[in-house]
């Protein structure tokens, strides 16, 4: 069993910075890599970053530039750093870790954590 655990949501105010966290647990000996992805009201939950447990990243092109992706091997956590947040960022924002114990990879996803934009 995986269990992948989000932190760090809340109220921003336009502008503003957030980081949110993620944890991974349980099974996780073959993590190959963890990310992010947001779900806005209305809206299909889109990727926003990735990284690999050897440090590879990937972020969709439309969150380049405000969003940073980093991670902590030893913790088997992930960090998403959102810069300039302004109220399209709003958005339930969920972490999955991605374990491959050979061919297949298999994605386990948390709760979500909210994150709220406004004045």
């Known amino acids: 069993q995986v269990h992948v655990v989000e932190s760090g949501g809340g109220l921003v105010q336009p502008g503003g910075s957030l980081r949110l966290s993620c944890a991974a647990s349980?099974?996780?000996?073959?993590?190959?890599?963890m990310g992010w992805y947001r779900q806005a009201p209305g809206m299909q939950r889109e990727l926003v970053a990735s990284?690999?447990?050897?440090?590879?990243?990937d972020y969709a092109d439309s969150m380049k530039g405000r969003f940073t992706v980093s991670g902590d091997n030893a913790k088997n956590s992930i960090y998403l750093d959102i810069n300039n947040l302004s109220p399209d960022d709003t958005a339930v924002y969920y972490c999955?870790?991605?374990?491959?114990?050979?061919?297949?990879?298999?994605?386990?996803w948390g709760q979500g954590t909210q994150v709220t934009v406004a004045s």
């Open positions: 999955y870790a991605e374990i491959k114990p050979r061919v297949a990879s298999y994605r386990y």
């Open positions: 349980g099974s996780i000996v073959s993590l190959h890599a």
């Open positions: 990284i690999t447990t050897d440090g590879r990243t």
